[in-house]
């Protein structure tokens, strides 16, 4: 008790972070797994960590909002990089929208990464419309294994275009990599293809083996980083290289992509 007292007071006079509670609040965030109220905004570490992860000082926090068809893995996704966990089986459809929280640490850079998670669900699309806009970066998802859900990406991305910043930085990702090649009906070219048309980067992901997972938002983060230190003008970084040497690198005789 006398600990969760003690978490609580740092937390509340960190301003930033009780702004992020307040908003949670103030815009009447269905979440899948926490409801923030005002009377419990912190009640325990355990939620504590779920808010913010781990309590350590950050550099720089950068929203990053998840997008795609309901059933294409973004939560899996997103809790395979949180808690390195996959959960198969039961498929229990996102309401509204979650987030949570995971500091990296880039070249000395401690950067914390806000990652909303959306309901693919049409239903949502009012409240989920709402957190494009000041989203730094935007992982939008298809589903190898779901020739309707690469097929909406162009209407997501007419919806980003719409609700979202002009500068977001905005990656493709085709994930459930790991199902067999007979399941598979969108060709890695096809989604290569189709990012290079909109220019937006590009990579496979898997949620269950955890095929590219950390790359991908690492590579997001570099490149958030490279764009807030102003590099981006100058051409230092390119994420799509960055995603080439780090896939190649990773690259073993067992693996079948
Ligand atoms: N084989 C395989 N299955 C996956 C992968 N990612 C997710 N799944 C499965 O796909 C189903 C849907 O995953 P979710 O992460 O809940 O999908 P979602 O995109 O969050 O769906 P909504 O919340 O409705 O928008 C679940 O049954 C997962 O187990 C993956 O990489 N490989
Ligand atoms: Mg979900």
Do not use: P
């Not at 959960?87 to 990296?104: A, E, H, M, P």
């Amino acid at each position: 008790m006398a600990e969760n007292r003690i978490e609580r007071k740092r937390v509340l006079s960190r301003k930033s972070k009780s702004e992020d509670v307040k908003s949670v609040i103030e815009n009447g965030v269905s979440a899948r797994r926490t409801t923030i109220t005002n009377s419990n905004v912190v009640s325990s570490k355990a939620q504590l960590s779920h808010m913010y992860g781990s309590l350590t000082e950050t550099d720089l926090t950068f929203k990053i909002v998840q997008l795609g068809d309901s059933g294409v893995g973004k939560t899996c996704l997103l809790l395979k990089f949180r808690d390195n966990t996959f959960l198969s089986g039961n498929f229990i459809s996102t309401v509204g929208i979650d987030y949570r929280n995971k500091v990296i640490e880039i070249d000395g850079t401690k950067v914390k990464l806000q990652i909303w998670d959306t309901a693919g669900q049409e239903r949502f699309r009012s409240v989920t419309h709402a957190y494009y806009r000041d989203a730094h970066a935007l992982l939008l998802l298809y589903d190898v294994t779901n020739k309707i859900s690469f097929d909406n990406i162009r209407a997501w991305l007419a919806e980003i275009k719409e609700y979202a910043a002009d500068d977001v930085v905005i990656m493709l990702l085709g994930n459930k990599t790991d199902c067999k090649n007979s399941e598979r009906v969108v060709r890695k070219e096809d989604g290569e293809n189709l990012a290079r048309e909109y220019n937006v980067a590009f990579m496979e992901t898997s949620a269950k083996t955890g095929l590219n997972v950390d790359l991908a938002f690492t590579a997001i983060a570099r490149e958030l980083l490279s764009k807030n230190s102003g590099e981006s003008n100058k051409s230092s970084f390119k994420v799509q290289d960055y995603i080439r040497e780090q896939t190649q690198k990773n690259t073993c005789v067992n693996c079948t992509i």
